[in-house]
């Protein structure tokens, strides 16, 4: 079973809203579901969480050692609990995936995410479990770090929230061990797609012209709708 659940992120309100947040964002929701409070602890170099669940200690972890020391938090915890990596699932920005997905994996490698490469280091293996939630991509690898550290757009965000709150779903099994069903339940929760624009409307007919005089007041322009 998962006994630590970590989010990543950077401290501080200047990267609250931004994307490379998404890991605290889903930990904040976990911490409410749980109905847990987090406190900072220096010990572990973060806000820490402690509950209870079938009798089994679950930890929640927010690092606030910015992003690329992550793992000294991380490492921290897991060595002084004895937690095993295959017990940890860290939830995280990912840019593979699009706004409204999550996906669920065990070990890989980092992808050049310096969370996770902090986390391997420290660890000493990368078989631990992330969560990857995914923000979209920029389209130029030259504009990621930019990207990660801006805030979405308004659909993206809700699009990452809506994906935090159907994840959530599958944490009874992620606590259970039930890996291939906390799998199955987080990637078959698609997002809804958009529905189709609506064809524009067809023009109305004009009709032909009977010779009649046409008045100054019917040839004036009316004004078009707002």
Request: charged share 20%; proline share 9%; glycine share 8%.
């Amino acid at each position: 079973m998962i006994k630590l659940f970590v989010g990543l992120g950077n401290p501080g309100p200047e990267y609250e809203a931004t994307r490379h947040n998404a890991g605290f964002w889903w930990i904040d929701a976990l911490a409410q579901q749980l109905k847990v409070h987090m406190v900072m602890d220096r010990s572990y170099h973060g806000f820490v969480a402690r509950t209870t669940v079938a009798g089994q200690t679950v930890w929640l972890l927010q690092p606030q050692t910015f992003m690329n020391l992550s793992g000294k938090s991380v490492a921290a915890l897991a060595r002084f609990f004895k937690i095993l990596p295959n017990e940890i699932l860290v939830a995280h920005d990912e840019l593979d995936v699009v706004p409204g997905e999550a996906k669920l994996k065990l070990g890989g490698s980092h992808a050049g995410h310096n969370g996770l490469r902090d986390i391997h280091t420290q660890l000493g293996s990368s078989d631990y479990w992330r969560l990857r939630l995914g923000v979209g991509h920029p389209g130029d690898r030259a504009e990621v770090v930019g990207w990660v550290l801006k805030k979405p757009s308004l659909d993206h965000r809700i699009a990452i929230e809506q994906a935090i709150d159907r994840s959530l779903k599958a944490v009874p099994h992620l606590l259970a061990g039930e890996m291939d069903k906390a799998t199955m339940l987080i990637h078959t929760s698609k997002p809804p797609r958009p529905k189709p624009p609506k064809p524009p409307a067809t023009p109305a007919s004009v009709p032909e012209a009977t010779g009649a005089p046409v008045s100054a007041a019917n040839t004036s322009a009316s004004p078009e709708p707002s």
